[in-house]
């Protein structure tokens, strides 16, 4: 097996979860976008950790969706939040971007 660009992947990951803040929120896409920044910047060395688990073996698919989807309580949308987001859009946001992430990564691997 090739040797895993977890640095392309992640760069990949990033762009695409900007692009959905922006058209998710255009009313808020500053703060949407600061939050997706954010969000993928605090799941990095976790992320990287189980993509190479993952890529290895180490890690079924299943066990891969669940780590990241459980990130979910973790996220703080604070910008989003200060903005005057409701707590539910707020949700399906990182829902979004959660999901966005396992099927990237597993598409990948």
């Known amino acids: 097996m090739s040797a895993i660009?977890?640095?392309?992947?992640?760069?990949?990951?990033?762009?695409?979860?900007?692009?959905?803040?922006?058209a998710g929120f255009t009313q808020y896409k500053d703060?949407?976008?600061?939050d997706a920044v954010n969000l993928m910047e605090s799941l990095k060395v976790n992320?990287?950790?189980?993509?190479?688990?993952l890529a290895e073996g180490k890690?079924?698919?299943?066990d891969f969706e669940?780590?990241?989807?459980?990130?979910?309580?973790l996220i703080e949308m604070n910008a989003l939040k200060q903005?005057?987001?409701a707590?539910?859009?707020a949700d399906e946001f990182k829902n979004s971007l959660l999901n966005l992430v396992v099927k990237t990564v597993i598409g990948l691997i």
């Open 83 to 85: 903005a005057g987001l």
């Open 59 to 62: 890690l079924s698919k299943d």
């Open 31 to 34: 703060q949407a976008k600061t």
């Open 5 to 22: 660009n977890f640095q392309k992947i992640f760069k990949g990951l990033e762009d695409e979860a900007i692009k959905l803040a922006i």
């Open 66 to 73: 669940f780590l990241v989807l459980a990130q979910k309580e």
């Open 87 to 89: 707590l539910i859009k």
């Open 47 to 53: 992320l990287e950790n189980w993509t190479i688990q």
